[in-house]
């Protein structure tokens, strides 16, 4: 996985208005923190750091510390919920040649075998270990052709080299199934939609009739 460069700054001052100042300036408060140091807050250009998020796991450099570049791994993103821009993030230190356990997407291609069946995916993600500057962006499945009753589990992924999966190799990942065509009796479509009784009909014509009320009257 590329590299992103990121310009990262100290923070120094805290609290919501200190974060308010921050995002109209276009910036995004961060914490940086693991390997057991002391937590370090931040200012992240938003529009950069909005870029490089849209690709899953990426591994960024963060420039222009007092201790040089640090590499980091998004652990935790807030955005706002009514309009969608980053409001803060926390990010997990790494270094080159560590394993770290990660959510790769799993990607699928093809289409299932024509007919009666329908895709039922059970994840979309799955967590997998691999090496902090190696991180997949995505796990290929391959459908084409599928047929009801065909299944994808864990243990069936494609996965490269140095990669490792963290979760229960029988783990159910995606499978065909039959679709469900309901279609209701004519006994209970008639129960749905009754008839109004002709004599019914009649009787609420004939009270609407010009006159009745001036004879009540």
């Known amino acids: 996985m590329p590299e992103v460069k990121i310009a990262a700054e100290a923070r120094t001052e805290f609290g919501k208005g200190a974060a308010r100042r921050s995002r109209r300036a276009g910036k995004v408060p961060a914490v940086l923190y693991g390997h057991g140091t002391e937590t370090r807050h931040l200012n992240l250009p938003g529009h950069d750091l909005m870029l490089a998020l849209k690709t899953p796991n990426v591994l960024l450099r963060l420039d222009g510390l007092k201790a040089g570049s640090d590499l980091a791994l998004p652990k935790a993103v807030q955005r706002d919920p009514v309009k969608g821009f980053l409001e803060h993030v926390d990010l997990i230190l790494v270094r080159r040649g560590e394993k770290v356990t990660v959510e790769v997407p799993i990607r699928v291609t093809g289409e299932i075998a024509p007919g009666d069946g329908m895709l039922n995916q059970q994840l979309v993600q799955i967590p997998v270990e691999a090496d902090a500057t190696n991180i997949p962006q995505g796990i290929d499945v391959d459908v084409e052709g599928m047929e009801i009753g065909q299944a994808v ?44 009784p002709e004599a019914v009909a009649e009787t609420a014509a004939a009270g609407d009739k010009p006159g009745d009320g001036e004879q009540a009257g």
């Open 153 to 196: 589990h864990a243990s069936d992924l494609k996965l490269p080299p140095g990669v490792t999966l963290q979760v229960d190799p029988d783990t159910l990942v995606l499978h065909v199934i039959a679709q469900q065509v309901a279609e209701l009796p004519e006994a209970e479509e008639a129960e749905e939609a009754p008839e109004v």
